[in-house]
């Protein structure tokens, strides 16, 4: 290796998390631990009524007699879940503001910050925004173009207390609480995140976004989304994480559940860059995410995009259900590792119904000393006639001391069934550097490029919208040698 | 009755039980039986076995009779008759045959790779009451060909045979598993390559519905030494294949192939494991299965690439074609890679055989049926054509036409 090249891994390692900012707000939290009364203290906060609270303490009931799941190429420390604040809001926020003239000054500008001005974003991008600061929704815009078309773009709270039907109905119906132990963690402490439902045959015009940001030190974000496609409808749903610089480790355990009815399409796009952690590994955010999509009924389609830049863990596998005949599912994602960096990341493709169809592209740039995981299930049951999948995953390394794992597991038990899977793994092209190179390219412009290359599959699936903050991110993850 | 009381009871019949070191080894191992359990959920490995059979079962071992018979018919061939584990001593200016010795044992069991998690290499160290050791002399050629054959039924055979290519030998190994009695074989070949060193390996497996086996490798390389292993199962029983290999010096290779035909309710279960260990080596894992009726199948195979191992060069491949919509086949093929300037890829493809193929034969007046055994004979036709022995070459294609003969 060349002492430029060295040079260059130098600078990427050096890389400081550019969004590591806090803003200073009065946040009213109860006591640390999770207990029956945590729980409580949350339902009551959230002015919920009883069946949510019943469901809460059963999930509660279950997470007590599970343990975490070890398989996963990761090693952190045990998570004392005794010690952290299960619920953190800014004070006064119990009653929503109705406009962003009510919103406290200083959460625009840490928004301002992050280069997502609201005015901005709601005047000129057209999309409306469910913002989350720690775990109350702060403000809504666009709603009411939404409820013209008879859209529900809300929070989960206020889901719960509007719409108790639909909620009843789906909520915990993709992930059960017991699905294993962070889901039922997920769902006895929930306390914010984005509702949406999309009516019979409405094609959402926009796109919905959510801005998560966890900003109390030691508060857990326990998230939970939830998305519903009635038949023939279409949703496109982005997500993006920032967070600011902390030493300790910040659990952030959501749940993500979306639903496809008949013909419905639900695109779901997350750009997540929660802290890492500084050069020497500590701090960062514990990224422990659950995400399943149910592919309900006939040619519904389901499509996950993920770049996923930050988090000293991320631990997240964004699947599909294809239960509906002739439905889809897609999984496009870009990770990238630095410094101490894990990630185990990938997806889980189960083939139910008859003709379905599925598709992983998956990405991973491992750097510094970070290790980067691709785990990916993939089974077609004994029912699913005709069903195909296709599967590609690669792996770039740069520098010697970080790794790059991949894990699939295939399993067919129909005869009819097609699936290839196909992985390479390798270091960035000596030929495609020199080449570059040549035509005038600085050392730092040419792996730029050539990363931005190796990602191009992924990001050009992102929208519009978020594609230039995808790119942003991919560029600050490389920094020094991208700029 | 469970593994520890077995044991005891036993420990008479079973090789080194007077050595003490040894015995302490056996009492970890018996330890780590009894926190494990066999535990299916969290051990892969274990997936479609009917574990019955290999914990609760009944010792019986017989030393053979006759004492196994060493022909040197011609030059630079042997065939050696390997009767219930064991064969007699030999010894010429090219090769050595011997017993195992107590050093023999030690000298595996303080390799970590496989211990610990692979349980039925536990349960050979316990239970091990047979096995030879051949050792191939510096800058020879050799040949030998293996028969193994168990004399009663019901026997349990814990077997470990140790390998050693000296340096510049090369040696080409074909074994035959062909037993009809209803007896279980749990072997383990320890293999070392020394430097410059090859060895050609073929395992030809083809047991009645009646016979287990489980057959266990481990291969360590040394500089410019070559492994080539190629396994053809054709049996009716039970059959799992766990080949692990070690580069532990610079250009080395290793090459772990097989090729396996289901049917009926029979299940097979295989791995491949490379570990790079040092740099410019390079391996290839390429299993290939064919399953019909309601069989049962599973292949892990694992490339780990340590730090240090520099210009690795790794490959691996698994296709599976399904015939019956009963069969089943479950594939995971791993890559863990610690080094950056590396060439790893796996492809792993499931599926039926393709309808257009069949399509084109029949519209040129071929039968369905008649469609299908030529398009599956293609499937594997590269891993016969590279078979360079003629009398194996034609062994192994009769037992494709018995097995096709069966395809409906």
């Known amino acids: 290796m060349n002492s430029e090249t060295l040079n260059t891994l130098d600078t990427y390692s050096k890389n400081k998390y550019k969004y590591g900012f806090v803003t200073e707000i009065d946040t009213e939290k109860p006591k640390k631990g999770l207990n029956e009364d945590t729980i409580k203290f949350i339902s009551l906060k959230k002015n919920e009524p009883k069946w949510m609270l019943d469901w809460r303490l059963k999930a509660y009931s279950k997470w007590k007699k599970m343990k975490e799941p070890k398989w996963a190429n990761l090693s952190f420390p045990e998570i004392d879940y005794q010690d952290i604040y299960y619920y953190s809001a800014p004070k006064g926020f119990e009653k929503k503001p109705k406009d962003l003239s009510e919103v406290d000054p200083k959460l625009i500008e840490t928004y301002n910050k992050l280069g997502i001005p609201l005015e901005e974003q709601k005047v000129l991008a057209g999309v409306a925004v469910d913002v989350v600061f720690d775990s109350v929704s702060v403000a809504t815009t666009y709603k009411g173009e939404l409820e013209k078309l008879g859209i529900i773009f809300c929070s989960i709270g206020e889901a719960i207390q509007k719409h108790p039907d639909l909620i009843k109905k789906y909520l915990g119906s993709v992930i059960p609480p017991g699905d294993h132990s962070f889901s039922a963690l997920n769902s006895a402490v929930f306390t914010d995140g984005s509702f949406v439902y999309i009516p019979e045959g409405v094609k959402c015009p926009m796109e919905l976004s959510t801005y998560f940001r966890i900003n109390a030190e030691n508060t857990g974000q326990f998230e939970r989304t939830l998305i519903i496609a009635d038949k023939g409808s279409y949703v496109s749903y982005l997500e993006g994480c920032t967070a600011p610089k902390r030493d300790d480790n910040q659990l952030h355990a959501a749940n993500v559940e979306l639903i496809a009815l008949e013909d419905a399409e639900i695109k779901y796009s997350t750009v997540q860059n929660w802290y890492p952690g500084d050069e020497d590994g500590k701090g960062g955010i514990y990224n422990f995410v659950t995400k399943r999509g149910l592919c309900a009924g006939k040619n519904s389609k389901i499509s996950w995009t993920q770049v996923e830049t930050g988090s000293a863990i991320t631990w997240k596998y964004p699947s599909c259900i294809l239960k509906g005949d002739n439905s889809i599912g897609e999984f496009y994602s870009v990770a990238i590792t630095n410094n101490f960096q894990q990630a185990d990341t990938g997806t889980k493709m189960t083939h139910i119904g008859k003709n379905t169809k599925s598709k992983i592209i998956s990405k991973g740039i491992s750097l510094g000393k970070s290790q980067n995981t691709y785990r990916g299930e993939v089974s077609f049951l004994r029912k699913a006639d005709k069903a195909r999948n296709y599967t590609q995953c690669d792996s770039l390394l740069v520098g010697n001391q970080c790794g790059a794992h991949t894990v699939p597991y295939i399993d067919s038990k129909n005869n009819t069934a097609v699936i290839e899977h196909e992985a390479s793994t390798s270091k960035i092209n000596e030929d495609q550097l020199y080449y570059c190179r040549q035509r005038g390219l600085s050392h730092e412009e040419a792996v730029s490029l050539i990363v931005n290359g190796f990602c191009k599959q992924v990001l050009q699936e992102l929208p519009m919208e978020f594609a230039v903050e995808a790119q942003k991110l991919v560029s600050i993850s490389l920094e020094g040698s991208v700029g | 009755m469970n593994i520890q009381d077995n044991y005891l009871k036993n420990k008479k019949n079973i090789f080194f039980s007077e050595n003490k070191d040894i015995q302490s080894h056996r009492e970890k191992l018996i330890n780590i039986f009894e926190n494990d359990r066999f535990d299916k959920k969290n051990n892969e490995s274990l997936k479609n076995i009917n574990l019955k059979n290999f914990i609760d079962f009944k010792y019986k071992y017989l030393i053979p009779e006759e004492t196994s018979v060493i022909n040197n018919n011609q030059e630079n061939s042997y065939t050696i008759v390997s009767v219930n584990g064991q064969c007699s001593s030999f010894k010429d200016d090219k090769i050595e045959i011997t017993k195992i010795l107590d050093e023999d044992y030690n000298d595996f069991s303080k390799n970590d790779t496989i211990k610990n998690n692979d349980h039925f290499v536990n349960l050979n160290s316990l239970f091990l009451n047979s096995g030879f050791k051949i050792v191939i002399k510096k800058n020879n050629d050799i040949k030998i060909k293996i028969s193994n054959i168990i004399t009663d039924d019901d026997l349990t055979i814990f077997q470990k045979n140790n390998y050693i290519c000296e340096e510049g030998s090369s040696l080409n190994l074909i074994e035959e598993y ?231």
């Not at chain 2, 009809?180 to 060193?197: D, G, H, P, R």
């Open chain 2, 178 to 408: 062909e037993n009809k009695n209803n007896s279980t074989s749990n072997i383990l070949n320890v293999i070392k390559l020394e430097k410059n060193s090859q060895l050609n390996h073929f395992l030809i497996q083809d047991n009645s519905p009646s016979h287990n086996l489980i057959i266990t490798t481990h291969s360590s390389c040394k500089k410019d030494s070559t492994y080539a292993q190629k396994v053809y199962n054709f049996s009716e029983g039970y059959v799992r294949n766990f080949h692990y290999s070690e580069l532990i010096e610079t250009n080395s290779e290793a090459d772990l192939q097989g090729i396996f035909f289901l049917k009926d309710n029979n299940t097979s279960n295989n791995k491949t494991f490379v570990k790079h260990l040092a740099e410019d080596c390079k391996s290839n894992q390429v299993y290939k299965g064919i399953l019909n009726d309601r069989s049962k199948a599973t292949y892990f195979s694992n490339t780990h690439v340590d730090q240090v191992a520099q210009k690795t060069e790794g490959y691996q491949l698994s296709k599976g074609i399904l015939l019956s919509d009963n069969a089943s086949y479950f594939s995971k093929p791993e890559l863990k890679i610690y080094a950056d300037d590396v060439k790893c890829s796996h492809g792993s493809t499931i599926g039926p055989i393709d309808e257009n193929a069949i399509f084109y034969l029949r519209s040129r007046g071929m039968s369905k049926i008649a469609a299908t055994k030529i398009l599956i004979s293609s499937f594997i036709n590269e891993e016969l054509s590279s078979i360079d022995n003629e009398q194996m070459s034609e062994i192994i294609q009769k037992k494709l036409v018995r097995y096709l003969s069966k395809v409906k």
